[in-house]
């Protein structure tokens, strides 16, 4: 099993500039999420799926849109990046969404804004 | 809502010493505790939770922690800490009241520089 996977591992963008960030799982998990960590701040939740088909806002899902794609993949978009969304970006899936569950991570996608 | 303050932003620590990152919450309800860590440049991986039961939770590594609700705390411990430890831990809670989503709160990490 290779848990979460995430692409790309690094990207440079200009201000306006749009990406997707992909990520996918394949240990057959319900819900998954989107967070980003900064310096200092700890990780903060962009999005979550509690399960396919549906999306939910997390703590700063300003100038992000997300896609629960499938059961297994999980997109996060930029669509006019801007340089305060300079960050590591973190997926995660976890089993059923239930509060005292684990949540897996992937490896995370370094995002340069310029 | 809730919220999670790690007291130490680094520590260091020389090999084989005991090591403490500090832990503490602030909940109206009650709560599910975690601790994860970070490797360089990797994702975060889960070194122990607390859910109910044992205030005492081992976890992988030797790492241990304990839950002291009347102080809303949840430290993390090792006896005699290894090179490899070197990492950024997180301190992370989430209330067990209401359906099954709320949102996991982390804290903003404790940076483990383990010293030759």
């Known amino acids: 099993n290779a848990g979460v996977t995430q692409t790309p591992k690094f990207q440079v963008l200009k201000t306006g500039q749009s990406m997707t960030l992909q990520c996918a799982q394949d240990m057959n998990h319900n819900s998954m999420y989107w967070y980003r960590q900064d310096p200092g701040m700890g990780l903060r939740l962009i999005y979550y799926s509690a399960s396919e088909g549906t999306t939910d806002k997390g703590e700063v899902p300003n100038g992000y849109n997300v896609s629960r794609l499938n059961k297994r993949e999980f997109s996060l978009r930029l669509e006019s990046a801007a340089p305060s969304q300079t960050s590591v970006y973190f997926c995660?899936?976890?089993?059923?969404?239930?509060?005292?569950?684990?949540?897996?991570f992937g490896p995370g996608t370094r995002l340069l804004v310029l | 809502a809730q919220s999670v303050t790690q007291l130490d932003s680094q520590v260091p620590v020389f090999e084989e010493a005991p090591v403490e990152l500090r832990c503490n919450y602030s909940?109206?309800?009650?709560?599910?505790l975690f601790w994860y860590v970070q490797y360089p440049n990797q994702g975060l991986q889960l070194l122990l939770k607390y859910l109910s039961g044992s205030t005492l939770v081992k976890g992988i590594n030797g790492f241990e922690a304990e839950f002291n609700k009347s102080q809303t705390s949840f430290h993390l411990r090792k006896p005699s800490v290894h090179i490899s430890d070197t990492a950024e831990y997180f301190c992370?809670?989430?209330?067990?009241?209401?359906?099954?989503?709320?949102?996991?709160?982390f804290g903003k990490g404790t940076k483990l520089s383990v010293k030759p």
């Open positions: 909940s109206s309800v009650s709560v599910y």
């Open positions: 992370a809670v989430r209330s067990n009241y209401g359906g099954s989503q709320g949102n996991l709160i």
């Open positions: 995660a899936s976890s089993e059923l969404g239930g509060r005292q569950e684990t949540q897996y």
